[in-house]
């Protein structure tokens, strides 16, 4: 459906793409991980031509994105669904409207892109009594589930994640990733997602992808990556895996060590039985 080959992008004297090709199916997942200044955002904006490729080709469903003219382009971008890091959601319109207008600026009938915008925020779990409020009004991961209707409601047959969970509290972020692992596994959109989120790529992508200074360094299932990766950037990732997921022991006592030699009180080091407290 989706496929990029040989992609190159500079900014000024500094290569951001070198050589990228990838491509996307119907209904699969794909992510896209790699460390900070790799190309990551560069590339999903290539995809959706809000940068310029300086070679190489993209194509959707077959046409070449960057031989679109602006109308072309329009319909092709109305197939897309844009999750961004941050929602930009405006303040001044509710959650209803704010998931609704795109739609309507796309052309639709304003009951109708209503209609659209309510199935899709019910699809998030943003419930009926959130839709007449503010985005400020929500927490980040509420706002951010309001972005991922906003995206689903024109039901794209393309969605783009650059990293949706980047701005959120770490105690927000399971929310929003337990809608986009639904997403994933019940979409016929294709779904390209830039994510740091390992937990998410090892649960819900067909592939995983690793970049590495502009370019694609590895490819390969969840499995194949994180167990027997073969790029520096795959053992990193391995490695972090293993000490999050696999390896981390779980402390049953709180500072129990700490209690030896830290003074509880007035300078003075603690009494045995006071020790036996602090470790309880
Ligand atoms: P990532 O999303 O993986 O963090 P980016 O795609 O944002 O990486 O950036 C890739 C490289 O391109 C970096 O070196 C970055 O500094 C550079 N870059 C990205 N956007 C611009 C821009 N608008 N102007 C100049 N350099 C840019």
Excluded at 170 to 188: K, N, R, T, Y
Excluded at 252 to 273: E, F, N, V
Aim: glycine fraction near 8%; hydrophobic fraction near 45%.
């Amino acid at each position: 459906m989706l496929q990029v080959d040989n992609v190159c992008k500079k900014f000024r004297n500094t290569p951001a793409l070198q050589g990228v090709s990838l491509q996307v199916e119907q209904g699969e997942t794909v992510v896209l991980m790699g460390p900070s200044g790799c190309g990551k955002s560069t590339l999903i904006r290539c995809i959706n031509r809000l940068a310029e490729p300086d070679s190489g080709d993209i194509t959707f469903g077959g046409r070449s994105v960057l031989a679109m003219d602006s109308a072309e382009l329009l319909d092709y971008r109305r197939r897309i669904g844009f999750v961004f890091q941050h929602f930009n959601l405006i303040n001044r319109l509710s959650i209803l409207e704010n998931t609704a207008l795109g739609l309507v600026m796309a052309g639709m009938e304003r009951n109708a892109a209503l209609d659209a915008a309510r199935a899709a925020l019910l699809k998030v779990g943003i419930g009926a009594e959130m839709w007449e409020r503010a985005p400020a009004q929500l927490s980040g991961g509420q706002r951010q589930r309001v972005g991922i209707a906003r995206a689903l409601s024109g039901r794209p047959d393309l969605m783009l994640w650059d990293e949706p969970t980047a701005s959120l509290d770490p105690i927000l972020v399971q929310e929003v990733l337990e809608v986009m692992e639904g997403l994933a596994a019940e979409s016929h959109a294709g779904m390209l997602v830039v994510t740091h989120e390992i937990s998410f790529a090892m649960r819900a992508a067909d592939r995983i992808l690793l970049m590495d200074q502009g370019r694609i360094v590895e490819a390969g299932s969840p499995g194949q990556i994180l167990q027997a990766p073969t790029s520096t950037i795959g053992l990193r990732y391995q490695k972090l895996w293993r000490v999050r997921y696999t390896e981390l022991p779980l402390r049953t006592a709180a500072y129990a060590h700490k209690s030896i030699t830290r003074p509880l009180s007035g300078g003075s080091m603690p009494s045995a039985q006071k020790m036996v407290e602090v470790q309880q």
